[in-house]
């Protein structure tokens, strides 16, 4: 009795589990955990090839093929904290790629990059640059106003150039 009870629990243990990546998977989603159902499921994404150690390889969408499942993401940063259970760090080092490796998909990067450098832009130029920008009617920045070391500054500026170009002429 005790062992069909065993038996039993096993068996339920075996459906309950990820057929890819064994973990807990509920009974209504073909055999697999939430993750990798929407993973084959619903986007119809595939595995690849792991690449060898140290090296990155990339699906054909560009996007970054996990070193340990074969999964491909636009990121593995995420991936490898929730199903390998690894820091970013770690998995890079597991992977043996370089720590300053990119884990990402190229033309992810680049549209990540154009956002950040927008969003600096924004932030720093239009937002932070509001208090020293010219307005209409403003004198600007006469002279009686320029401190006494930068006006100091200029006029050397000044001075050293016309030597600069003497010597080119000799
Ligand atoms: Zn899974
Ligand atoms: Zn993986």
């Known amino acids: 009795m005790l062992s069909f009870i065993l038996t039993l629990l096993v068996k339920r243990r075996q459906i309950m589990n990820c057929k890819f990546c064994e973990k807990p998977a509920p009974n209504n989603m ?6 990798c159902y929407r993973y084959f499921i619903m986007e119809h994404r595939e595995i690849h090839p792991t690449p060898n150690l140290g090296e990155i390889t990339y699906a054909s969408n560009g996007d970054c093929i996990c070193p340990f499942c074969g999964k491909a993401f636009r990121k593995l940063g995420l991936h490898f904290y929730y199903s390998h259970n690894m820091t970013s760090d770690e998995a890079h080092k597991k992977a043996g790629w370089d720590r300053s ?4 998909n190229p033309d992810y990067r680049e549209l990540m990059r154009k956002r950040l450098q927008i969003k600096c832009v924004k932030i720093n130029l239009i937002k932070r ?3 020293t920008r010219f307005r209409k009617g403003s004198e600007g920045r ?3 106003k320029i401190s006494p070391m930068t006006l100091k500054r200029l006029k050397g500026v000044h001075m050293k150039k016309p030597s600069i170009e003497n010597q080119g002429e000799e």
Not at 30 to 35: E, I, T
Not at 101 to 104: I, P
């Open 30 to 35: 073909q055999g697999y955990c939430q993750v």
């Open 101 to 104: 490796a990119k884990a990402t």
């Open 142 to 144: 006469p002279i009686s």
């Open 129 to 131: 640059g509001r208090s």
